[in-house]
Antibody
């Protein structure tokens, strides 16, 4: 079964850091672009970042540039999102998704930034 | 405010047809493929349409997609109460070098 499982979410203070992980299974992870998408409570979807199969290309939404870093470990079939300098505006459910058109989604992990 | 514009809500009766529009510009919809997603309450989004008008395996042909210029449309026929959800369009923006989602449209099946 093709599956994506996010982990690493939680409560963090403003200015803090968090690292999200996404474990992939059921498909050849190294053959696909991967994407992070977030959704603030009661709001719509926001594209966050994506990364090419070999990690050679990475793209970010302007609001996270310089603060978030997307990476992957193809040997571990895992995708990561390192989030630094977190603010209240980063509070959201974070989803990982397969490919640039997001054909497979994980269940999401909640990140809450609050003091 | 989203770069891709969708109506906040649409509604129709069971069995009827509804369309959801997604308006953008030449840097996004005009020169890139459009995808559509369905998000049922409390669940992760699900891909409904990709490359403007292609349905993934398992998506019924009641769902259709089209694109013309800088706008795209999702059509749903034979509406069912189970279709009540939020629907999002998505695409790439070549100027921003970033992905985009529309603001979402809430479908109510009356």
């Amino acid at each position: 079964e093709v599956q994506l499982v996010e982990s690493g979410g939680g409560l963090v203070q403003p200015g803090g850091s968090l690292r999200l992980s996404c474990a992939a299974s059921g498909f050849t992870f190294s053959s696909h672009w991967m994407t992070w998408v977030r959704q603030a409570p009661g709001k719509g979807l926001e594209w966050v970042a994506n990364i090419k199969q070999d990690g050679s290309e990475k793209y970010y939404v302007d609001s996270v540039k310089g603060r978030f870093t997307i990476s992957r470990d193809n040997a571990k079939n895992s995708l990561y999102l390192q989030m630094n300098s977190l603010g209240a505006e980063d509070t959201a459910v974070y989803y990982c998704a397969r490919d640039q058109y997001c054909d497979i989604w994980g269940q999401g992990t909640m990140v809450t930034v609050s003091s | 405010q989203s770069v891709l514009t969708q109506p906040p809500s649409v509604s129709a009766a069971p069995g009827q047809k509804v369309t959801i529009s997604c308006s953008g510009s030449s840097s996004n919809i005009g020169n890139n493929y459009v995808s559509w997603y369905q998000q049922l309450p409390g669940t992760a989004p699900k891909l409904l349409m990709y490359e403007n008008n292609k349905r993934p395996s398992g998506i019924p042909d009641r769902f259709s997609g089209s694109k013309s210029g800088t706008s795209a449309t999702l059509g749903i026929t034979g509406l069912q109460t189970g279709d009540e959800a939020d629907y999002y369009c998505g695409t790439w923006d070549s100027s921003l070098s970033a992905g985009l989602f529309g603001g979402g449209t809430k479908l109510t099946v009356l």
